[in-house]
């Protein structure tokens, strides 16, 4: 497992930098508790001071994937879906406050991430927790029969190495998907008239805003091209990723 020596933050872009109030953070057994505003609401988020697995940060690339969704809502609204990397369970947090969006979280096998989303989704009026799933990525999914329409994910694009096990993954989240007779071409009109978009079922739909080179996406995207997987670029870095 590749472990993170440094701070995530470096990641992004000086505009998508978080400035912290050292007035409302409260630091207190290894973690960070602290505000966050996301569109029209604010969450209060527990982040570890550290962690090994780089699951400590609320990274600045969730806010703004948070205000494209609100943006396509319509495209979301109704599906089934799971989070990959879900570090602290921000974003799965807001979706289900925002649109009672049914959502699973996930991320590696530990159970102290786990507990954090669970805490996470307590402090902020969610109760029981969002449904969790150890996973990491390439090891067999620890679910039978796996039927996600909508796979989501913001910057987990952090490490080559492990391109392949979430591109494994991924299919096999893909593949396992069943349609039901009313899921079947969900076209909506887009704001510009430019012509009709959508989300096809099922859909990995990703942010990824990381500022370092662009080598390492290329890669990435390359690699699903040849394990049978379709990349549209959606605009404002969110990319839709389908079954060929």
Not at 63 to 69: G, R, T
Not at 100 to 125: K, V
Not at 217 to 235: D, M, P, R, Y
Request: hydrophobic content about 35%.
């Amino acid at each position: 497992m590749d472990v993170a020596l440094f701070s995530p933050s470096s990641l992004f872009a000086e505009e998508d930098d978080v400035t912290v109030d050292e007035e409302t953070m409260e630091t207190c057994n290894g973690y960070v508790e602290r505000p966050h505003q996301f569109p029209e609401m604010e969450l209060v988020i527990r982040e570890f001071a550290f962690h090994q697995l780089n699951a400590n940060f609320l990274w600045p690339g969730t806010f703004s994937f948070a205000e494209w969704l609100m943006h396509h809502r319509e495209w979301i609204e109704r599906r089934r879906c799971i989070e990959l990397g879900s570090g602290t369970g921000a974003l799965g947090i807001f979706l289900r406050k925002a649109m009672n969006l049914d959502i699973t979280t996930s991320d590696y096998n530990d159970q102290e991430i786990e507990d954090n989303i669970a805490y996470n989704c307590t402090a902020n009026g969610i109760t029981p927790a969002l449904p969790h799933i150890k996973h990491s990525w390439g090891d067999a999914f620890p679910i039978p029969n796996p039927d996600w329409d909508l796979i989501l994910a913001s910057d987990i694009l952090l490490y080559v190495k492990q391109y392949s096990n979430l591109i494994k993954s991924l299919s096999v989240l893909l593949k396992s998907y069943k349609p039901k007779d009313s899921q079947v071409g969900h076209l909506t009109k887009n704001e510009q008239g430019e012509g009709t978009e959508g989300l096809p079922w099922p859909a990995f739909l990703m942010s990824w805003r990381r500022r370092i080179g662009k080598e390492d996406e290329t890669i990435f995207f390359t690699s699903c091209e040849n394990a049978g997987l379709e990349v549209k670029h959606l605009g404002s870095r969110v990319y839709c990723i389908k079954l060929r």
